[in-house]
């Protein structure tokens, strides 16, 4: 089970923290994506880590986040975090992560994954 939180309120250029806990399994060798969506848009790719057992567990982003945007573990935590700076109202969505537990290597299509973080709203506002 996937638990995202860290979702809220900010101003255009402000920060926001996600994190992405998991429960019941060891999330520390597997890959982890971060995906958004806002009303009447398909799921989108923001970003990702590969576990460090794929590409020395590398990240990547999507283009539109890309020097804003920061993914990282916490191991001891069993957690995922993304770091967002300097915000925009674009960036205004749910955003969910997502995991398979099976695999170290990181996809960029929500079809790839089948356990799914709740989803934590983060709302910029210009």
């Known amino acids: 089970q996937l638990q995202a939180s860290g979702g809220g309120l900010v101003q255009a250029g402000g920060s926001l923290r996600l994190s992405c806990t998991a429960s019941?399994?060891?999330?520390?060798?597997?890959?982890m994506g971060w995906f958004r969506q806002t009303p009447g848009k398909e799921r989108e790719f923001v970003g990702g880590i590969n576990g460090p057992n794929w590409s020395s567990g590398s990240t990547n982003y999507a283009d539109s986040v890309k020097g804003r945007f920061t993914i990282s573990r916490a191991n001891a935590e069993n957690t995922v975090y993304l770091q967002m700076d300097s915000l925009k109202p674009e960036d205004t969505a749910v955003y969910y992560c997502a995991s398979n537990f099976r695999s170290p290597r990181l996809f960029l299509t929500d079809e790839a994954y089948d356990v799914w973080g709740p989803g934590t709203l983060v709302t910029v506002s210009s």
């Open positions: 019941g399994r060891t999330i520390s060798t597997y890959a």
